[in-house]
Protein backbone atom coordinates (compact mmCIF):
# COMPACT_ATOMS: atom_id res chain seq x y z
CA UNK A 1 0.00 0.00 0.00
CA UNK A 2 1.68 2.77 -1.04
CA UNK A 3 1.10 6.59 0.76
CA UNK A 4 -0.67 9.12 -1.30
CA UNK A 5 0.86 11.93 -2.97
CA UNK A 6 0.34 14.55 -0.09
CA UNK A 7 1.77 12.45 2.82
CA UNK A 8 4.73 11.79 0.89
CA UNK A 9 5.36 15.50 -0.16
CA UNK A 10 4.81 16.18 3.74
CA UNK A 11 7.56 13.32 4.74
CA UNK A 12 10.01 15.12 2.38
CA UNK A 13 9.42 18.21 3.66
CA UNK A 14 10.31 17.02 7.44
CA UNK A 15 13.05 15.34 5.95
CA UNK A 16 14.10 18.54 4.35
CA UNK A 17 13.81 20.69 7.45
CA UNK A 18 14.73 18.55 9.97
CA UNK A 19 17.53 15.47 8.89
CA UNK A 20 21.59 15.68 8.14
CA UNK A 21 22.11 12.98 5.52
CA UNK A 22 25.33 11.93 5.06
CA UNK A 23 27.73 13.87 3.29
CA UNK A 24 25.45 16.33 2.33
CA UNK A 25 24.15 20.00 3.12
CA UNK A 26 21.24 21.14 5.09
CA UNK A 27 19.11 20.80 3.68
CA UNK A 28 20.17 18.29 1.31
CA UNK A 29 20.54 19.33 -2.35
CA UNK A 30 18.74 16.73 -3.70
CA UNK A 31 15.63 14.97 -2.16
CA UNK A 32 16.32 11.48 -0.72
CA UNK A 33 13.49 8.66 -2.48
CA UNK A 34 11.73 7.12 0.27
CA UNK A 35 11.98 3.48 0.91
CA UNK A 36 8.96 1.92 2.93
CA UNK A 37 10.46 -2.08 2.87
CA UNK A 38 12.57 -4.22 1.40
CA UNK A 39 13.20 -7.76 0.93
CA UNK A 40 15.13 -10.04 -1.15
CA UNK A 41 17.62 -7.48 -3.42
CA UNK A 42 14.98 -4.88 -4.14
CA UNK A 43 13.92 -2.10 -1.90
CA UNK A 44 10.14 -0.95 -2.64
CA UNK A 45 9.77 2.93 -2.29
CA UNK A 46 6.94 4.71 -1.18
CA UNK A 47 5.81 5.66 -4.54
CA UNK A 48 5.08 2.14 -5.29
CA UNK A 49 8.12 1.46 -7.45
CA UNK A 50 10.73 -0.95 -6.60
CA UNK A 51 14.29 -1.07 -7.18
CA UNK A 52 17.36 -3.50 -7.33
CA UNK A 53 19.52 -2.59 -5.03
CA UNK A 54 22.91 -2.31 -6.28
CA UNK A 55 24.50 -0.98 -3.16
CA UNK A 56 23.93 -3.97 -0.54
CA UNK A 57 22.65 -0.81 1.55
CA UNK A 58 26.93 0.36 1.53
CA UNK A 59 28.27 -3.02 1.07
CA UNK A 60 26.86 -4.73 4.12
CA UNK A 61 23.96 -6.47 3.36
CA UNK A 62 25.36 -9.72 1.23
CA UNK A 63 22.13 -11.52 1.68
CA UNK A 64 19.99 -9.11 0.87
CA UNK A 65 16.76 -8.16 3.00
CA UNK A 66 14.30 -9.90 5.11
CA UNK A 67 16.11 -13.33 5.02
CA UNK A 68 14.52 -15.46 7.01
CA UNK A 69 17.38 -17.13 8.77
CA UNK A 70 18.53 -13.52 9.43
CA UNK A 71 15.18 -12.51 10.83
CA UNK A 72 14.57 -15.72 13.23
CA UNK A 73 18.14 -15.14 14.67
CA UNK A 74 16.84 -11.55 15.53
CA UNK A 75 13.27 -12.37 17.09
CA UNK A 76 14.59 -15.34 19.06
CA UNK A 77 17.53 -13.06 20.65
CA UNK A 78 14.87 -10.37 21.24
CA UNK A 79 12.65 -12.80 23.45
CA UNK A 80 15.59 -12.92 25.15
CA UNK A 81 17.56 -9.47 25.56
CA UNK A 82 17.74 -6.97 23.48
CA UNK A 83 21.14 -5.46 25.37
CA UNK A 84 23.09 -5.73 27.96
CA UNK A 85 25.79 -3.42 29.20
CA UNK A 86 29.31 -5.51 28.36
CA UNK A 87 31.63 -4.14 31.20
CA UNK A 88 31.75 -6.84 33.96
CA UNK A 89 28.57 -9.15 32.19
CA UNK A 90 28.79 -11.02 29.05
CA UNK A 91 26.67 -13.18 26.76
CA UNK A 92 26.27 -15.92 24.77
CA UNK A 93 25.68 -14.19 21.68
CA UNK A 94 28.80 -12.33 22.20
CA UNK A 95 31.25 -15.36 22.90
CA UNK A 96 29.75 -17.55 20.27
CA UNK A 97 30.43 -15.26 18.18
CA UNK A 98 34.28 -14.21 19.38
CA UNK A 99 34.70 -18.06 18.97
CA UNK A 100 33.45 -18.19 15.06
CA UNK A 101 35.66 -15.08 14.19
CA UNK A 102 38.58 -16.14 15.57
CA UNK A 103 37.91 -19.79 13.58
CA UNK A 104 37.69 -17.81 10.35
CA UNK A 105 40.77 -15.61 10.77
CA UNK A 106 43.76 -15.90 9.85
CA UNK A 107 45.88 -17.33 12.40
CA UNK A 108 47.13 -16.04 15.17
CA UNK A 109 44.05 -13.74 15.38
CA UNK A 110 43.06 -14.65 18.63
CA UNK A 111 41.18 -12.04 20.66
CA UNK A 112 38.20 -9.77 19.84
CA UNK A 113 37.05 -6.29 20.51
CA UNK A 114 33.57 -5.52 19.83
CA UNK A 115 32.77 -1.77 18.60
CA UNK A 116 29.52 -0.75 16.64
CA UNK A 117 30.95 0.66 13.67
CA UNK A 118 34.10 -0.15 10.88
CA UNK A 119 35.32 3.89 11.82
CA UNK A 120 35.38 2.79 15.64
CA UNK A 121 37.15 -0.57 14.92
CA UNK A 122 39.73 1.47 13.43
CA UNK A 123 39.96 3.68 16.28
CA UNK A 124 40.32 0.82 18.18
CA UNK A 125 42.86 -1.05 16.14
CA UNK A 126 45.12 2.57 16.49
CA UNK A 127 44.62 2.60 19.98
CA UNK A 128 45.85 -1.24 20.54
CA UNK A 129 48.97 -0.33 18.39
CA UNK A 130 49.80 2.87 20.27
CA UNK A 131 49.05 1.19 23.61
CA UNK A 132 51.15 -1.71 22.75
CA UNK A 133 54.51 0.46 22.31
CA UNK A 134 53.93 2.17 25.25
CA UNK A 135 53.85 -0.95 27.24
CA UNK A 136 56.81 -2.26 25.56
CA UNK A 137 58.80 1.05 26.33
CA UNK A 138 58.72 2.86 23.14
CA UNK A 139 55.91 5.79 23.26
CA UNK A 140 57.96 7.48 20.67
CA UNK A 141 56.92 5.11 18.21
CA UNK A 142 53.00 7.19 17.84
CA UNK A 143 52.49 7.18 14.06
CA UNK A 144 51.25 5.05 11.15
CA UNK A 145 52.38 4.91 7.82
CA UNK A 146 49.70 4.11 5.47
CA UNK A 147 49.31 4.68 1.59
CA UNK A 148 47.61 7.51 -0.49
CA UNK A 149 44.45 6.86 -1.89
CA UNK A 150 43.13 4.78 1.60
CA UNK A 151 39.69 5.09 3.54
CA UNK A 152 39.22 3.93 7.51
CA UNK A 153 36.12 6.20 8.28
CA UNK A 154 35.06 9.09 9.68
CA UNK A 155 36.03 9.78 13.18
CA UNK A 156 38.80 11.40 14.02
CA UNK A 157 41.43 8.83 14.66
CA UNK A 158 40.19 7.25 10.94
CA UNK A 159 40.10 9.91 9.39
CA UNK A 160 44.02 10.72 10.14
CA UNK A 161 44.90 7.99 8.00
CA UNK A 162 42.86 8.38 4.91
CA UNK A 163 43.89 10.30 2.12
CA UNK A 164 45.06 13.87 2.98
CA UNK A 165 44.62 15.39 -0.17
CA UNK A 166 42.14 13.73 -2.54
CA UNK A 167 40.19 11.73 0.60
CA UNK A 168 36.89 12.96 1.85
CA UNK A 169 38.36 14.58 5.07
CA UNK A 170 40.95 17.21 3.78
CA UNK A 171 38.45 19.71 5.55
CA UNK A 172 39.94 19.17 8.77
CA UNK A 173 43.93 19.54 7.72
CA UNK A 174 45.81 20.86 10.19
CA UNK A 175 43.15 19.39 13.01
CA UNK A 176 44.46 15.65 12.75
CA UNK A 177 47.11 13.35 13.72
CA UNK A 178 50.16 13.46 11.21
CA UNK A 179 51.10 10.15 10.21
CA UNK A 180 53.53 9.03 7.17
CA UNK A 181 51.95 8.39 3.41
CA UNK A 182 53.51 6.28 0.78
CA UNK A 183 52.32 6.90 -2.98
CA UNK A 184 49.16 4.62 -3.74
CA UNK A 185 49.27 1.07 -5.25
CA UNK A 186 49.82 0.85 -8.71
CA UNK A 187 46.62 -0.40 -10.10
CA UNK A 188 45.65 -3.15 -11.21
CA UNK A 189 44.61 -6.96 -8.98
CA UNK A 190 47.08 -9.13 -11.74
CA UNK A 191 49.56 -6.53 -11.54
CA UNK A 192 53.39 -7.79 -10.64
CA UNK A 193 54.85 -6.01 -8.05
CA UNK A 194 56.84 -2.85 -8.99
CA UNK A 195 60.70 -2.86 -8.12
CA UNK A 196 60.14 1.19 -7.92
CA UNK A 197 57.34 0.82 -6.08
CA UNK A 198 58.58 -2.08 -3.55
CA UNK A 199 61.79 0.13 -3.61
CA UNK A 200 59.93 3.44 -2.37
CA UNK A 201 57.64 1.60 -0.10
CA UNK A 202 61.11 0.04 1.53
CA UNK A 203 62.25 3.78 1.92
CA UNK A 204 59.21 5.13 3.38
CA UNK A 205 59.29 2.25 6.08
CA UNK A 206 62.89 2.08 6.47
CA UNK A 207 63.10 5.98 7.00
CA UNK A 208 60.03 6.45 9.34
CA UNK A 209 60.89 3.04 11.51
CA UNK A 210 62.09 4.75 14.37
CA UNK A 211 58.90 6.61 14.88
CA UNK A 212 56.16 3.85 13.34
CA UNK A 213 53.48 1.96 15.69
CA UNK A 214 51.80 0.26 12.36
CA UNK A 215 51.22 0.20 8.62
CA UNK A 216 47.54 0.23 8.36
CA UNK A 217 46.28 -0.60 4.62
CA UNK A 218 42.76 -1.79 3.22
CA UNK A 219 43.75 -4.69 1.54
CA UNK A 220 43.61 -5.19 -2.26
CA UNK A 221 40.53 -2.79 -2.57
CA UNK A 222 40.98 0.71 -1.64
CA UNK A 223 36.84 1.97 -0.77
CA UNK A 224 35.54 4.83 -0.49
CA UNK A 225 39.18 6.58 -1.32
CA UNK A 226 38.47 5.40 -4.70
CA UNK A 227 37.58 2.16 -5.41
CA UNK A 228 41.13 1.08 -6.99
CA UNK A 229 42.25 -2.35 -7.23
CA UNK A 230 46.15 -3.39 -6.14
CA UNK A 231 48.55 -6.29 -6.43
CA UNK A 232 48.43 -9.08 -3.21
CA UNK A 233 52.54 -8.52 -3.51
CA UNK A 234 51.71 -5.09 -2.01
CA UNK A 235 50.31 -6.90 0.95
CA UNK A 236 53.13 -9.20 1.06
CA UNK A 237 55.64 -6.80 0.54
CA UNK A 238 54.14 -4.66 3.61
CA UNK A 239 54.20 -8.05 5.89
CA UNK A 240 57.83 -8.42 5.40
CA UNK A 241 58.80 -4.40 5.43
CA UNK A 242 56.60 -4.74 8.99
CA UNK A 243 58.28 -7.88 10.47
CA UNK A 244 61.92 -7.00 9.07
CA UNK A 245 61.39 -3.28 11.28
CA UNK A 246 59.49 -4.90 13.99
CA UNK A 247 56.38 -2.68 13.30
CA UNK A 248 52.37 -4.18 13.27
CA UNK A 249 50.45 -4.67 10.29
CA UNK A 250 46.85 -3.57 10.56
CA UNK A 251 44.64 -4.72 7.96
CA UNK A 252 41.19 -2.88 7.54
CA UNK A 253 38.78 -5.62 6.13
CA UNK A 254 35.61 -3.78 7.16
CA UNK A 255 34.87 -3.04 3.22
CA UNK A 256 36.47 -6.29 1.72
CA UNK A 257 35.69 -8.94 4.77
CA UNK A 258 32.84 -11.77 4.51
CA UNK A 259 33.88 -12.48 0.93
CA UNK A 260 33.11 -9.24 -1.27
CA UNK A 261 36.36 -9.81 -3.17
CA UNK A 262 36.14 -13.51 -3.67
CA UNK A 263 38.24 -14.90 -0.73
CA UNK A 264 36.59 -14.91 2.69
CA UNK A 265 38.89 -11.58 4.06
CA UNK A 266 40.74 -9.76 1.35
CA UNK A 267 44.03 -10.63 2.99
CA UNK A 268 43.95 -14.45 1.66
CA UNK A 269 44.51 -13.23 -1.72
CA UNK A 270 47.88 -12.59 -0.55
CA UNK A 271 48.85 -15.27 1.97
CA UNK A 272 49.03 -12.78 4.63
CA UNK A 273 48.28 -12.68 8.17
CA UNK A 274 48.13 -9.54 9.90
CA UNK A 275 48.43 -8.06 13.38
CA UNK A 276 45.55 -6.40 13.76
CA UNK A 277 42.13 -6.63 11.51
CA UNK A 278 39.21 -4.37 11.50
CA UNK A 279 36.14 -6.23 10.32
CA UNK A 280 32.62 -5.08 10.10
CA UNK A 281 29.54 -3.99 7.03
CA UNK A 282 28.70 -7.14 6.02
CA UNK A 283 29.37 -8.52 9.59
CA UNK A 284 25.52 -8.86 10.62
CA UNK A 285 24.37 -9.12 7.14
CA UNK A 286 23.14 -5.36 7.30
CA UNK A 287 20.55 -6.27 9.93
CA UNK A 288 22.77 -3.72 12.61
CA UNK A 289 25.67 -2.11 13.46
CA UNK A 290 28.32 -4.28 14.76
CA UNK A 291 32.46 -3.94 13.93
CA UNK A 292 35.31 -6.01 15.59
CA UNK A 293 38.88 -6.19 16.13
CA UNK A 294 40.79 -8.69 16.26
CA UNK A 295 44.44 -9.07 17.49
CA UNK A 296 47.36 -11.16 18.34
CA UNK A 297 48.27 -12.40 21.82
CA UNK A 298 51.12 -10.67 21.49
CA UNK A 299 49.58 -7.16 21.91
CA UNK A 300 46.68 -8.26 23.81
CA UNK A 301 49.28 -9.66 26.35
CA UNK A 302 51.92 -6.92 26.09
CA UNK A 303 48.55 -4.03 26.86
CA UNK A 304 47.40 -6.05 29.50
CA UNK A 305 50.64 -7.23 31.23
CA UNK A 306 50.20 -5.78 35.43
CA UNK A 307 46.62 -5.18 34.98
CA UNK A 308 46.63 -2.60 32.01
CA UNK A 309 43.51 -2.20 30.38
CA UNK A 310 42.64 -1.42 26.29
CA UNK A 311 40.73 1.96 27.38
CA UNK A 312 37.80 1.93 25.01
CA UNK A 313 34.22 1.12 25.72
CA UNK A 314 31.58 1.57 23.54
CA UNK A 315 27.65 1.56 25.04
CA UNK A 316 26.46 -1.04 23.20
CA UNK A 317 29.33 -2.69 22.36
CA UNK A 318 28.60 -6.81 21.61
CA UNK A 319 24.66 -5.60 21.54
CA UNK A 320 23.12 -8.99 21.65
CA UNK A 321 20.39 -8.50 18.71
CA UNK A 322 24.34 -7.90 16.89
CA UNK A 323 26.00 -9.98 17.90
CA UNK A 324 23.25 -13.38 17.46
CA UNK A 325 22.15 -12.27 13.76
CA UNK A 326 25.93 -11.49 13.12
CA UNK A 327 26.36 -15.10 14.24
CA UNK A 328 23.85 -16.95 11.98
CA UNK A 329 24.69 -14.55 9.09
CA UNK A 330 28.29 -16.28 9.48
CA UNK A 331 26.33 -19.95 9.70
CA UNK A 332 25.05 -18.23 6.01
CA UNK A 333 28.77 -17.48 4.81
CA UNK A 334 30.15 -21.20 6.50
CA UNK A 335 28.14 -23.12 3.49
CA UNK A 336 30.80 -21.84 1.03
CA UNK A 337 27.75 -21.11 -1.30
CA UNK A 338 28.65 -17.17 -1.56
CA UNK A 339 32.01 -18.19 -3.66
CA UNK A 340 30.08 -19.54 -6.54
CA UNK A 341 27.50 -16.19 -6.28
CA UNK A 342 30.41 -13.78 -5.89
CA UNK A 343 32.38 -15.06 -8.73
CA UNK A 344 28.69 -15.90 -10.96
CA UNK A 345 28.57 -11.91 -9.86
CA UNK A 346 31.99 -11.49 -11.21
CA UNK A 347 30.96 -12.41 -14.75
CA UNK A 348 28.12 -10.85 -14.81
CA UNK A 349 29.57 -8.01 -13.76
CA UNK A 350 32.71 -8.19 -16.62
CA UNK A 351 29.76 -8.66 -19.25
CA UNK A 352 27.14 -6.17 -18.22
CA UNK A 353 30.01 -3.47 -17.96
CA UNK A 354 32.17 -3.62 -21.02
CA UNK A 355 29.72 -1.59 -23.25
CA UNK A 356 31.00 1.05 -20.77
CA UNK A 357 34.85 1.36 -21.74
CA UNK A 358 32.83 2.79 -25.66
CA UNK A 359 31.64 5.56 -23.70
CA UNK A 360 33.34 9.25 -24.02
CA UNK A 361 34.79 10.24 -20.94
CA UNK A 362 35.14 6.72 -19.58
CA UNK A 363 38.74 6.37 -18.06
CA UNK A 364 38.63 2.79 -16.96
CA UNK A 365 36.56 -0.10 -15.92
CA UNK A 366 37.51 -2.77 -13.73
CA UNK A 367 35.47 -5.53 -11.70
CA UNK A 368 36.67 -7.84 -9.21
CA UNK A 369 34.77 -10.31 -6.95
CA UNK A 370 31.33 -8.55 -6.40
CA UNK A 371 32.53 -5.24 -7.24
CA UNK A 372 32.15 -3.31 -10.38
CA UNK A 373 33.55 0.08 -10.99
CA UNK A 374 33.38 2.82 -14.05
CA UNK A 375 35.79 5.41 -13.31
CA UNK A 376 35.09 8.67 -15.52
CA UNK A 377 37.40 11.39 -16.58
CA UNK A 378 35.84 14.25 -14.19
CA UNK A 379 33.44 14.36 -11.46
CA UNK A 380 29.99 12.16 -11.93
CA UNK A 381 26.74 14.41 -12.17
CA UNK A 382 24.81 12.37 -9.08
CA UNK A 383 21.36 13.38 -9.79
CA UNK A 384 21.50 12.81 -13.35
CA UNK A 385 23.56 9.71 -13.23
CA UNK A 386 21.06 8.02 -10.33
CA UNK A 387 17.90 9.20 -12.09
CA UNK A 388 19.45 7.11 -15.20
CA UNK A 389 20.15 4.15 -13.04
CA UNK A 390 16.16 4.47 -11.00
CA UNK A 391 14.42 5.19 -14.75
CA UNK A 392 15.90 1.40 -15.32
CA UNK A 393 14.53 0.07 -11.58
CA UNK A 394 18.11 0.13 -9.80
CA UNK A 395 19.43 1.65 -7.22
CA UNK A 396 23.26 3.28 -7.52
CA UNK A 397 24.94 5.80 -5.49
CA UNK A 398 27.81 7.55 -7.56
CA UNK A 399 30.48 9.49 -5.72
CA UNK A 400 33.96 11.81 -6.70
CA UNK A 401 34.46 10.65 -10.20
CA UNK A 402 33.24 6.63 -10.03
CA UNK A 403 29.59 5.15 -10.67
CA UNK A 404 29.95 1.38 -9.32
CA UNK A 405 27.97 -1.41 -7.76
CA UNK A 406 28.56 -4.07 -4.59
CA UNK A 407 25.40 -5.91 -5.07
CA UNK A 408 24.26 -8.33 -2.57
CA UNK A 409 25.77 -11.78 -3.20
CA UNK A 410 21.92 -13.78 -3.60
CA UNK A 411 21.59 -11.30 -6.69
CA UNK A 412 20.19 -13.82 -9.38
CA UNK A 413 21.61 -12.83 -13.33
CA UNK A 414 19.17 -11.41 -14.39
CA UNK A 415 19.04 -8.90 -11.61
CA UNK A 416 23.23 -8.80 -12.37
CA UNK A 417 22.26 -7.48 -15.96
CA UNK A 418 20.46 -5.10 -14.90
CA UNK A 419 22.45 -3.12 -13.11
CA UNK A 420 25.32 -3.70 -14.78
CA UNK A 421 22.92 -1.99 -17.65
CA UNK A 422 21.72 0.49 -14.97
CA UNK A 423 25.36 1.31 -14.00
CA UNK A 424 26.24 1.96 -17.54
CA UNK A 425 23.42 4.15 -18.31
CA UNK A 426 24.56 5.88 -14.76
CA UNK A 427 27.89 6.61 -16.32
CA UNK A 428 26.83 7.89 -20.16
CA UNK A 429 24.33 10.56 -18.19
CA UNK A 430 26.94 10.96 -15.70
CA UNK A 431 29.43 12.18 -17.50
CA UNK A 432 30.64 9.51 -19.98
CA UNK A 433 28.49 10.56 -23.04
Known amino acids: MTRSDADLAELLDRD ?39 MASWWCAVHGYRHPALDAALRDQLDRMAHVMFGG ?10 TRLVELAPAPLEHVFFSDSGSVSVEVAIKMSLQYWRAQGHPERRRLLTVRGGYHGDTFGAMAVCDPVGGMHAHFAGTLAEHVFADRPPDGFDARLDPAYAEHLAERVRS ?18 GMHFYSPDVVRLLRDLCDRH ?16 GQLFACEHAGVAPDVMCVGKALTGGYLPLAATLCTPRIAHAISRDGGA ?13 CAV ?31 RRLRGVRDVR ?60 AAAGGGG
Not at 89 to 95: F, G, K, R, W
Not at 310 to 322: C, I, K, Q, R, V
Not at 331 to 347: F, P
Not at 367 to 392: K, Y
Request: glycine share 8%.
Open 16 to 54: RLHVWHPYSPMPASSPPLSVVSASGVRLRLTDGRELIDG
Open 89 to 98: LTHEPAVRLA
Open 208 to 225: HAHELAAVIVEPIVQGAG
Open 246 to 261: DLLLILDEVATGFGRT
Open 310 to 322: LMHGPTFMANPLA
Open 326 to 356: ALRNIELLADGCWREDVARIERGLRDGLAPA
Open 367 to 426: VLGAIGVIQLDGSVDVPRATLAATDLGVWLRPFRDLVYTMPPYVTCDEEVARIAAATVAA
